[in-house]
């Protein structure tokens, strides 16, 4: 059986990201990837530039689809747009993304194994072994990066509760480049009150629109029909071939170590459930993972005691912001009409809110600045200053 410092499972930018950090650290590691790469993956691709402070290589200009400087926000028939002078994010499409992210792992010196599926694994005395549908493989430790599904947290945690999970549809809408600069520019386009706990979105992209619709798993068993009625608002064709994906929801206490396990990005629940962003949190849960591991091999000690001290750094890093995301986007779901009528007839609100996905502030200290505010932006909202 094949041995290996580190196996990783999962290539997506958690799996690629750790992986190459790992192998950086001198350990001999094997990713696991069960699709062949390049692989479809859903996604709005917004790679937030705050997201992208958290690894140490430029995106290759290709890969760029588009820019983002600025949000537009729509709430029943409120509209309003922010823009920025500096660029907020990168619009990619995950399957070439993803794939330069591999590229570095394996630059790195990581041994890819795509089209191979892990499929169980099992404790020994001084080791992991990590059963595949195509052999065996033994390490000292195993990061689960393989997503929302993961196999890998059934070893560590109980299920995702229904309340923990979104569920989104989406499709890509063919446009001429001309026509998606026409629709919105350089920016993204966000509907709140299309389904609870998420929102609808409007992506620019290469030749095509990121069209979808987001929310928590109980308010979306008829997503078809809520994602046909937002296409048909938009004007947009009915005629797509539609795709559909879980999302974890972060800022829950979750279980993300075992022995001789760590869980990052989407399995170990690590998304904004206020903006649904997960990209950044997999990039810094991947190298946090892969920092501890390393630790681990100086001190020949993998038990879930030593690794814990993972779990910590994370929640130092992002997961009390997770924690207070979680809460706003709890207030504004249970106050629509005010929060989002704020979030889209005022423009400080959708700025302050900007700051935070710019890592320039923090949930706790947005919720702080909001609520004593709310009177006066309502009163202001509802009279002609
Ligand atoms: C519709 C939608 C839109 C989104 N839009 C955005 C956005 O615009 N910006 C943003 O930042 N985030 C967005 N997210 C969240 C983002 O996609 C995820 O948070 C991110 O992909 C997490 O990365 P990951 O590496 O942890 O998992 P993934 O990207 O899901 O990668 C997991 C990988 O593991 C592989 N795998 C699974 N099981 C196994 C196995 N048994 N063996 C081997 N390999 C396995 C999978 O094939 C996959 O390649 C969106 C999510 C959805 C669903």
């Not at 309340?163 to 480049?177: D, H, M, R, V, W």
């Not at 130092?316 to 009528?341: A, H, V």
């Not at 959708?350 to 004593?372: C, Q, T």
Request: aromatic share 10%; net charge positive; glycine share 8%.
């Amino acid at each position: 059986m094949q041995r290996y410092d580190v196996i990783i499972i999962g290539a997506g930018p958690s799996g690629a990201i750790a992986s190459k950090t790992c192998a950086e650290k001198g350990l001999s590691t094997l990713l696991l990837e069960k699709e062949g790469l390049p692989r479809f993956k859903l996604c709005g691709g917004a790679v937030s530039m705050s997201a992208l402070s958290h690894v140490d290589f430029g995106i290759e200009r290709d890969l760029i689809e588009r820019e983002g400087y600025g949000e537009r926000v729509h709430f029943k028939n409120r509209q309003i747009e922010v823009r920025r002078k500096s660029r907020m994010a990168i619009l990619v499409s995950r399957d070439k993304f993803d794939v330069f992210l591999v590229s570095k792992a394996v630059d790195a010196g990581v041994e890819l194994h795509d089209i191979e599926k892990a499929r169980s694994l099992n404790q020994k005395q001084s080791a992991i072994v990590v059963e595949t549908n195509k052999g065996e493989y033994n390490a000292k430790v195993v990061i689960g990066a393989d997503g929302v599904n993961s196999i890998v947290s059934r070893y560590v945690r109980e299920p995702y509760k229904p309340e923990e999970l979104g569920l989104c549809i989406a499709a890509e809408i063919p446009a001429s480049n001309a026509e998606v600069d026409e629709y919105i520019e350089n920016a993204v386009d966000i509907h709140y009150g299309i389904a609870k706990f998420g929102y609808g979105w409007v992506f620019p992209k290469e030749k095509h629109f990121s069209v979808g619709v987001g929310g928590n798993l109980s308010s979306m068993k008829n997503s078809r029909n809520i994602f046909m009625i937002f296409l048909k608002k938009l004007g947009f064709s009915t005629d797509v071939i539609t795709h559909a994906h879980l999302i974890p929801s972060g800022g829950y206490e979750r279980e993300v170590c075992s022995d001789r396990i760590i869980l990052v990005g989407d399995a170990a629940g690590f998304v904004d459930p206020f903006y649904g962003e997960g990209i950044k949190y997999a990039f810094i849960s991947g190298k946090l993972a892969a920092e501890r591991v390393a630790e681990s091999y100086e001190n020949d000690d993998f038990s879930k005691s030593a690794l814990d001290s993972y779990k910590t750094l994370c929640r130092t890093m992002f997961g009390e912001n997770l924690k207070y995301s979680l809460r706003l986007t709890r207030l504004m779901n249970k106050y629509p009409n005010i929060f989002f009528r704020l979030l889209s007839s005022d423009k400080k609100v959708l700025d302050k809110g900007l700051e935070v996905s710019a890592e320039r502030m923090e949930y706790k200290e947005y919720l702080r600045w909001l609520i004593p505010r709310v009177p006066y932006f309502m009163l202001k909202a509802l009279l002609p200053f």
